[in-house]
């Protein structure tokens, strides 16, 4: 059984920070990519960062120069730190990490439960 889990979500005024945290947890053989996406309201999720575990990163065009994502791979966590938020960064942040649980086992994508940011104008 793996889980993720996220924290850290809230609300802030614009141009302000926060930062969001995602542990993945059980049984877990290896971790490759971890990264953060998001959904607003009414729209598909999309990729917000993601990063390998020699750190190779990719972020999406709109957040690019405002967060930092990075990662502790001793503790299969990954953080993403958000500087000069904006309204249209509202939405739900879902934590993803590509595991596998076992030797020869599956590539397999697991999901956190998301957590809300609010960046009010």
């Known amino acids: 059984q793996v889980q993720v889990v996220e924290s850290g979500g809230g609300l802030v005024q614009a141009g302000g920070s926060l930062r969001l945290s995602c542990a993945a947890s059980g049984s877990i053989f290896g971790i490759n990519a971890m990264g953060w996406y998001r959904q607003a309201p009414g729209k598909q999720r999309e990729l917000v960062a993601t990063?390998?575990?020699?750190?190779?990163?990719n972020y999406a065009d709109s957040v690019k120069g405002r967060f930092t994502i990075s990662r502790d791979n001793a503790k299969n966590t990954v953080y993403l730190q958000m500087n000069s938020l904006k309204p249209d960064d509202t939405a739900v942040y879902y934590c993803n990490a590509h595991l596998i649980g076992y030797y020869g086992g599956p590539w397999t994508d697991y999901w956190g439960q998301g957590t809300q940011v609010t960046v009010s104008s």
């Open positions: 990063i390998t575990p020699s750190g190779i990163i």
